[in-house]
């Protein structure tokens, strides 16, 4: 199975297929990730969109090999990072490829940072961790460039700061900093934005697109946040349960959603245009993952389903659906059901503009 | 306001304006950002010296010990006669001004004697403390980082070296190997790791959970050197802490030893060995010059030590603010 978009003659930079995670605890398993297959071209944005717990974060610390083993178990694959598969890479020549070739940028910058340590050593430590012929003095002068470059002000005076010494859009901007430090093919960003203020949100976002633009990299965003996709990715795979559920283009994604999940999260967006009464919510919990549903795992939560027995007994798969891919076996019905469900809202929630 | 450094890339302003919301609101309180940027880096360890000089009995401990350290490495300048020496014509002589703390039994000056041992007990308690902190530090990294079933071997030899009543196994180890400074300060230290390792690798085990450590792996770090450069700089401070009162403690045990015969061999002075020639009463009774002195001077470089371990301890706990 194949997502790329068609037209597209090179070849997908990082292409996931079939991959799964399961944790091995105490009390049995849990089924993180379930088969999930997506892939990534240079220089594109993929936006990963899901509640906590839907495997969002894992699929991605899992093709690292980030994730602890046990209790982690990551089987599927292949997972192609430039012709290797990267679940059957030794750990020595995983670390070759983190940080260098694909680097992560953290959710929450002021744990990501060893308090003890200074800023600029730790961006030089990332330097050297790749090339022990970097010179200190080399490694420190790039620190201070990278730091300069992702608009830290006073770069040299703040290459001796620690940690607790910035701020903590400035800490996300180091952090970029470190990031992009050894020019990564690349960028996986775990919400990034998530523990910042919403007027730094918008800065740090705009820099990672910046950055983007001047380094080529492709970048995936991990966000639950629609508004945060909306701004900067160009394509979206919305993830529940472990599973991808819809694939897609971003302006589809808001003018017409294809899986009855994407439409709850849109339709839960709070909307300052309009008056609500009560904001939507989608109704119930995500489902336990030691004991995932035989069939669709939305479909208790679902307004499309309405109890029909194909929902509870057969797990849809992801079928194409014009220029975008979704898994619910009632997508034809979704046009009705988007009407619909604006019509409870009280507004056209395909506006487009969240 | 500020101008950036760096090439100007179009995000001049976005980095002034977002400088200034965030000192204003969030970090620093009515600081610009030159005042912030133009302060010195706090370092944590200078963080620590400043307040360790500020704790007053810790500071004077210090000091008592760096002198005590001097007399220790000049004895040869400093006494005032050899310690070995016999004066025959003065046995057990009260302090007089020829011998300041009168002479021993074997008409040995005492002052000299003490200045001498002062040498024994530093080495040991040095020694040992450091050798300790070293195979515990290893053993506790090791254990807390890669934890299975190293941990388990690991944790487990612990608990046997615990539970076993360490004097009397110190003392037969002396006995089979022949009393020596080296003898002492190894089964010394062999018996003061496992309290290191437990702390070291109980702090292991909170700091491999942090994300610093996540993303040291993510951008690239090896095992190895994510515990040198994040693991071991978190355990130093209160491994300090422990390796000062491991010190005192072989102090202690290499007094004992002494006292009871299996410390260094004879003619050489140390403290406990001095103490081992008060064991009768009339000594103890009519003869306090040849006690008192080794007992006030091991009593007060433990207390020494351990005022120093408590500064210490107070200087690195984060939660002091002073």
Redesign the interface.
């Known amino acids: 199975m194949s997502l790329a978009e068609s037209g597209s003659i090179s070849p997908p930079l990082l292409s996931v297929e079939n991959l799964h995670v399961t944790f091995h605890g105490g009390e049995g398993k849990v089924q993180a990730v379930r088969g999930v297959t997506w892939e990534i071209r240079s220089g594109e944005v993929l936006g990963i969109v899901g509640e906590s717990g839907s495997g969002k974060s894992v699929s991605v610390a899992s093709i690292l090999g980030l994730l602890p083993s046990p209790p982690a178990v990551v089987s599927g694959g292949p997972v192609t990072f430039e012709g290797k598969n990267l679940l059957d890479l030794r750990e020595r020549e995983l670390r070759s490829i983190r940080g260098k070739e694909i680097a992560m940028i953290f959710q929450d910058p002021m744990t990501a940072f060893n308090p003890v340590q200074t800023i600029g050593h730790q961006i030089s430590e990332a330097i050297r961790v790749h090339d022990r012929t970097v010179k200190r003095s080399a490694a420190r002068d790039r620190s201070i460039e990278l730091l300069s470059m992702v608009g830290v002000p006073s770069p040299t005076t703040r290459y001796a700061q620690f940690p607790h010494e910035y701020s903590g859009g400035m800490r996300q901007r180091a952090m970029i900093a470190m990031a992009i430090a050894n020019h990564p093919k690349l960028l996986i960003a775990d919400e990034p934005t998530t523990a910042l203020d919403v007027t730094i949100q918008a800065q740090v976002l705009e820099l990672l697109d910046v950055v983007r633009k001047e380094t080529d990299a492709a970048t995936i965003l991990i966000t639950h946040d629609l508004g945060v996709i909306a701004e900067v990715a160009d394509r979206v795979l919305v993830m529940y349960a472990g599973k991808v559920v819809e694939s897609t283009a971003i302006l589809p994604l808001f003018q017409s959603p294809r899986h009855p999940y994407t439409l709850g999260l849109l339709a839960s967006l709070p909307r300052l245009d309009v008056d609500m009464e009560t904001l939507f919510s989608i109704p119930g919990q995500p489902p336990d993952m030691s004991h995932p549903p035989p069939g669709c795992a939305f479909a208790p939560r679902c307004s499309l389903s309405r109890d029909r027995s194909i929902c509870r007994a057969q797990d849809p798969p992801l079928i194409r659906v014009g220029d975008a891919w979704s898994a619910c076996h009632f997508v034809d019905e979704m046009e009705g059901e988007v009407a619909a469900v604006s019509q409870e809202v009280g507004t056209d929630i395909r506006a487009g503009e969240s | 306001m500020?101008r950036?450094?760096?090439?100007g890339?179009?995000?001049?302003v976005?980095?002034?304006?977002?400088?200034s919301?965030?000192?204003g609101?969030?970090?620093i309180d009515d600081l610009s950002?030159?005042e912030?940027?133009?302060?010195p880096?706090?370092?944590?360890f200078k963080v620590a010296m400043r307040r360790f000089m500020k704790h007053r009995l810790a500071l004077i401990s210090l000091i008592f010990l760096v002198l005590l350290g001097l007399v220790a490495v000049l004895a040869p300048l400093v006494a005032p006669a050899d310690p070995n020496a016999v004066d025959l014509r003065s046995l057990r002589a009260p302090p007089s001004p020829g011998h300041i703390l009168g002479t021993d039994s074997a008409g040995r000056d005492v002052l000299s004697r003490l200045i001498f041992g002062a040498r024994v007990s530093l080495t040991v308690g040095v020694a040992a403390a450091i050798s300790a902190a070293g195979i515990g530090t290893i053993l506790g990294l090791t254990a807390g980082f890669t934890r299975g079933w190293v941990d388990t071997v690991i944790m487990r030899v612990v608990d046997i070296f615990l539970s076993f009543p360490s004097l009397i196994v110190i003392l037969l180890l002396v006995a089979i190997l022949g009393p020596s400074v080296t003898t002492i300060v190894v089964v010394i230290a062999l018996f003061e790791w496992p309290t290191s390792c437990r702390i070291v690798r109980q702090m292991t085990l909170a700091l491999r959970e942090?994300?610093?450590v996540?993303?040291?792996?993510?951008?690239?770090?090896?095992n190895f050197?994510i515990m040198r450069?994040?693991i071991l700089?978190?355990v130093t401070s209160p491994l300090t802490v422990v390796a000062t009162l491991l010190s005192a403690q072989a102090i202690l045990l290499e007094a004992a030893l002494s006292f009871l015969g299996l410390g260094v061999r004879p003619p050489q002075a140390s403290w406990g060995g001095m103490l081992n020639e008060a064991q009768s009463i009339t000594v103890l009774a009519g003869l306090p010059w040849l006690w008192l002195p080794p007992g006030i001077a091991i009593a007060s470089t433990v207390l020494a030590i351990n005022f120093v371990g408590d500064g210490l301890r107070d200087a690195f706990d984060p939660r002091q603010t002073r």
């Open positions: 500020i950036q450094d760096g090439p890339d179009g995000l001049d976005d980095a002034i304006v977002e400088a919301i965030a000192t609101g969030e970090t950002v030159d912030v940027a133009a302060r880096p706090r370092s944590p942090h994300d610093f996540l993303a040291a792996r993510a951008s690239g770090s090896s050197r450069r994040h700089s978190g």
